[in-house]
Nanobody, 127 residues
């Protein structure tokens, strides 16, 4: 049973940094593509970053390229999202997601490709 739990959210000033973590309770979590999405108030949930099961392939939304870094620590069944140079528009609830790997090296961008979701963690960037 895949259970995802996010941590690391909070309140930070613009220009600051946060690191989110997502831990998967299932032992074989390395088979999954992992992703981060976010949902700002009144907006749809959007893709932020994704990483392949091997950790070698990573993709980012244009809005976070150069500022956010996704990584995974397979031995700890954990995926991270390092967020630097945070902006007011980064304020959102951030969700971790896992999707089965059908093709080696795949990274998914869309919600339907992810089967499992965490409950989300709030990130608030203040001026």
């Amino acid at each position: 049973q895949v259970q995802l739990e996010e941590s690391g959210g909070g309140l930070v000033q613009a220009g600051g940094s946060l690191r989110l973590a997502c831990t998967n309770s299932e032992r074989t979590s390395s088979r999954y593509v992992m992703g981060w999405f976010r949902q700002a108030p009144g907006k749809e949930r959007d893709f932020v970053a994704g990483v392949s099961w091997s950790g070698n392939n990573k993709e980012y939304a244009d809005s976070v390229k150069g500022r956010f870094t996704i990584s995974r620590e397979i031995g700890k069944n954990t995926v991270y999202l390092q967020m630097n140079t945070l902006k007011l528009e980064d304020t959102a609830v951030y969700y971790c997601a896992a999707g089965p790997t059908y093709l080696s090296g795949s990274v998914y961008y869309s919600e339907p490709e992810y089967e499992y979701w965490g409950q989300g963690t709030q990130v608030t960037v203040s001026s």
